[in-house]
């Protein structure tokens, strides 16, 4: 089974903060895919990386695909209150078409 | 991109009772798949949901318990059978829709999932 980690479990910071997160494994993914979730919703897809070495940014988010493609992290700057979610990495399992592995997931909280 | 809604958006059942979630797409999908979430956790995949064949399971989920319908491309449905209270949790239909055009990725959209209570 191709296990993603992500780091840290829960974050809480102040308006205007920088924060990253992190997503790693032993295994290499042909893609990987983050997602944020609100309370009550389902997750919806921020971005997928592709290639070794892609960094993608979504107006204050900024997210890397590492080298070989074994771990991705996902950067934001100058964090809002709207930012507040739970951030789960995801990668398309070898063993199986089209099944996402999910990571733990990030309890990320931004106050005022 | 793909819209989906799931039926009922939440639900408090007894113990014993069994409850069909329903799950419909806006458009014509390769697969679908169900999965649970504990509030503030991560997604577990229960099952694929095949069009016209028997759902495929993950380790730790059997089909008497979460039998799965799948009578076409944009609609399924996943019945909690004989609930218990170990079985409340966020359930969650995706859709995974391949890359149409050249430099697409694969993406996979999500319901906003059905919130299971058993008393």
């Known amino acids: 089974t191709q296990l993603l980690e992500q780091s840290p479990q829960f974050l809480s910071i102040q308006e205007g903060e920088n924060l990253t997160v992190y997503c790693n494994s032993s295994s290499v993914f042909s893609s990987l895919q983050w997602y944020r979730q609100e309370p009550g919703e389902g997750p919806v897809l921020l971005v997928t990386v592709v290639t070794g070495g892609e960094v993608k940014k979504l107006k204050r988010l900024t997210f890397q695909f590492g080298d070989a493609r074994k771990d991705s992290s996902l950067h934001i700057t100058a964090a809002q209150p709207g930012d507040t979610g739970l951030y789960l990495c995801?990668?398309?399992?070898?063993?199986?078409?089209?099944?996402?592995?999910f990571g733990a997931g990030t309890q990320v909280v931004v106050t005022p | 991109s793909a819209v989906i809604s799931q039926k009922p958006s939440r639900d408090i059942c007894q113990r014993g009772t069994s409850l069909t979630i329903q799950c419909q797409v806006d458009?014509?999908?390769?697969?679908m798949f169900w999965y649970r979430q504990q509030p503030g956790q991560s997604l577990t995949l229960i099952a694929t949901?095949?069009?016209?064949?028997?759902?495929?399971?993950e380790s730790g989920f059997v089909i008497d318990k979460f039998p799965i319908s799948r009578p076409n491309l944009t609609f399924s449905t996943l019945t909690v059978s004989n609930m218990s209270p170990e079985d409340s949790s966020i359930y969650l239909c995706?859709?995974?829709?391949?890359?149409?055009?050249?430099?697409?990725?694969?993406?996979?959209?999500f319901g906003p999932g059905t919130r299971l209570t058993v008393l």
């Open positions: 995706s859709a995974w829709a391949v890359g149409v055009q050249r430099g697409d990725t694969d993406t996979q959209y």
């Open positions: 458009s014509q999908v390769t697969m």
């Open positions: 995801a990668g398309y399992r070898t063993d199986s078409w089209g099944k996402l592995q």
């Open positions: 949901a095949n069009q016209g064949s028997e759902a495929t399971y």
